[in-house]
């Protein structure tokens, strides 16, 4: 039986038609595989987000750059007019796709006396590894530095879960003061070389004094909207209370608690004459590539911050398939046991769920904020 049929067999007749309709109406918000949100990145007129680099390895990236010998750098560093950021996913399908017409482009602009040495490419790679990325690097002939984003921190300041997808294309102006204005942002597969090309070369030819009046209290990112399962909250609780009953434990009351905009669930449970808490967090995320479907699951940790059980609510794979009971026992087997308070470090070759690399990534780094959470647990004591 499949996760989400899995569920679904745990949810009373009673509820199970408006689980239905729920779902369905979640499901016309999906074109493409991509889930419509009025959240974005940032867009036309918008600043660039300040954020330090560590500069590349390699001394021809470096000098490519135009950077001096130095451990980090910002786009103020970048000797270029414009900067084209591509944000990626070596396992995400249409950037692999992407990758050999992002190289046709930059042979052209490179082969242009209007935009050779005016405009230098950057990609980052969002919950990569350098070695996953020096692999993709070489496989599909990147002719631009690639750096690595392993820990989504990049990701997170130029829009997060709310609004990025990958591949996502940003045309950032490079201000008289260092400053980065962005001029277009663009997400999803393109393929017109020459189309893409003379796109950037438009970006170009905008007066600057214009981008810096369109900038004017636009310097921070719009707010994002907060996804959520597309289940109810009797249907969730129910879920959540079943996903604390492991082995040897008896659930006692399940109850919500918020904080800082957070929602976690706690749980009295007793093993044998001993009472306990257990607590859930719902995790609910866009998906990272931009053909796949929004992911949800939820993961149950104890007052030392172990996990004890991952669930999933509604996850897929390839084709957006939905994960198996086998892959589902997998994810389970690899998080059962470890602790918040310890990076969940991924590793594709053990880690990954075979045809979801992408979304395993996901929810690896969904675990690993669960620090934060914990730590807000202690400071409201509900962890002592």
Same mark, same amino acid.
């Given at each position: 039986?499949?996760?989400?049929?899995?569920?679904?067999?745990?949810?009373?007749?009673?509820?199970?038609?408006?689980?239905?309709?729920?779902?369905?109406?979640?499901?016309?918000?999906?074109?493409?595989?991509?889930?419509?949100?009025?959240?974005?990145?940032?867009?036309?007129?918008?600043?660039?987000?300040?954020?330090?680099?560590?500069?590349?390895?390699?001394?021809?990236?470096?000098?490519?750059?135009?950077?001096?010998?130095?451990?980090?750098?910002?786009?103020?560093?970048?000797?270029?007019?414009?900067?084209?950021?591509?944000?990626?996913?070596?396992?995400?399908?249409?950037?692999?796709?992407?990758?050999?017409?992002?190289?046709?482009?930059?042979?052209?602009?490179?082969?242009?006396? #209007?935009? !050779?040495? %005016?405009?230098?490419?950057?990609? =980052?790679?969002? /919950?990569?590894?350098? *070695?996953?990325? $020096?692999?993709?690097?070489?496989?599909?002939?990147?002719?631009?530095p690639m750096l690595t984003d392993v820990h989504f921190e990049f990701y997170d300041v130029i829009g997060g879960p709310g609004?990025?997808?990958?591949?996502?294309?940003?045309?950032?102006?490079?201000?008289?003061?260092?400053?980065?204005?962005?001029?277009?942002?663009?997400?999803?597969?393109?393929?017109?070389?020459?189309?893409?090309?003379?796109?950037?070369?438009?970006?170009?030819?905008?007066?600057?004094?214009?981008?810096?009046?369109?900038?004017?209290?636009?310097?921070?990112?719009?707010?994002?909207?907060?996804?959520?399962?597309?289940?109810?909250?009797?249907?969730l609780l129910q879920t959540i209370k079943e996903g604390m009953e492991i082995p040897g434990v008896s659930v006692l009351e #399940?109850? !919500?608690? %918020?904080?800082?905009?957070?929602? =976690?669930?706690? /749980?009295?449970?007793? *093993?044998?004459? $001993?009472?306990?808490?257990?607590?859930?967090?719902?995790?609910?995320?866009?998906?990272?590539?931009?053909?796949?479907?929004?992911?949800?699951?939820?993961?149950?940790?104890?007052?030392?911050?172990?996990?004890?059980?991952?669930?999933?609510?509604?996850?897929?794979k390839n084709a957006n398939r939905p994960w198996s009971d086998q892959d589902v026992q997998k994810m389970r087997d690899r998080?059962?046991?470890?602790?918040?308070?310890?990076?969940?470090?991924?590793?594709?070759?053990?880690?990954?769920?075979?045809?979801?690399?992408?979304?395993?990534?996901?929810?690896?780094?969904?675990?690993?904020?669960?620090?934060?959470?914990?730590?807000?647990?202690?400071?409201?004591?509900?962890?002592?």
């Amino acid at each position: 039986m499949n996760p989400t049929g899995w569920l679904m067999a745990r949810i009373s007749k009673r509820r199970l038609s408006l689980l239905a309709v729920s779902f369905t109406l979640s499901l016309t918000l999906v074109y493409g595989g991509l889930a419509k949100s009025s959240a974005k990145v940032a867009g036309f007129g918008d600043l660039f987000p300040q954020y330090t680099f560590d500069s590349p390895a390699a001394s021809e990236d470096r000098v490519y750059l135009g950077l001096a010998e130095v451990e980090t750098f910002t786009v103020a560093d970048i000797q270029a007019d414009l900067i084209i950021f591509e944000v990626l996913n070596t396992y995400c399908t249409s950037c692999q796709r992407q990758a050999s017409i992002y190289n046709g482009v930059f042979r052209l602009v490179e082969g242009d006396p #209007v935009t !050779k040495g %005016r405009i230098k490419w950057l990609a =980052v790679a969002v /919950g990569n590894n350098e *070695t996953e990325v $020096e692999a993709f690097r070489k496989e599909k002939s990147v002719p631009f530095p690639m750096l690595t984003d392993v820990h989504f921190e990049f990701y997170d300041v130029i829009g997060g879960p709310g609004g990025v997808r990958t591949p996502l294309t940003m045309l950032v102006r490079k201000g008289d003061r260092g400053e980065g204005i962005v001029v277009e942002s663009h997400i999803g597969f393109r393929g017109k070389e020459e189309e893409i090309f003379q796109e950037i070369k438009a970006a170009l030819q905008y007066d600057l004094a214009y981008l810096k009046f369109k900038t004017a209290e636009r310097a921070v990112l719009p707010a994002t909207e907060e996804l959520t399962p597309p289940f109810s909250d009797e249907d969730l609780l129910q879920t959540i209370k079943e996903g604390m009953e492991i082995p040897g434990v008896s659930v006692l009351e #399940v109850r !919500k608690i %918020r904080f800082r905009k957070q929602v =976690v669930y706690l /749980g009295r449970v007793a *093993t044998g004459s $001993e009472s306990k808490q257990f607590f859930a967090k719902v995790v609910s995320r866009p998906p990272l590539c931009d053909v796949c479907h929004d992911i949800h699951f939820t993961y149950v940790f104890d007052e030392a911050g172990k996990v004890v059980n991952f669930l999933p609510i509604y996850v897929t794979k390839n084709a957006n398939r939905p994960w198996s009971d086998q892959d589902v026992q997998k994810m389970r087997d690899r998080i059962v046991g470890q602790s918040l308070l310890m990076p969940f470090r991924f590793d594709r070759d053990v880690d990954a769920v075979s045809g979801a690399t992408v979304t395993s990534v996901v929810i690896f780094d969904g675990i690993n904020r669960g620090k934060s959470i914990y730590a807000d647990l202690m400071r409201k004591g509900y962890v002592k």
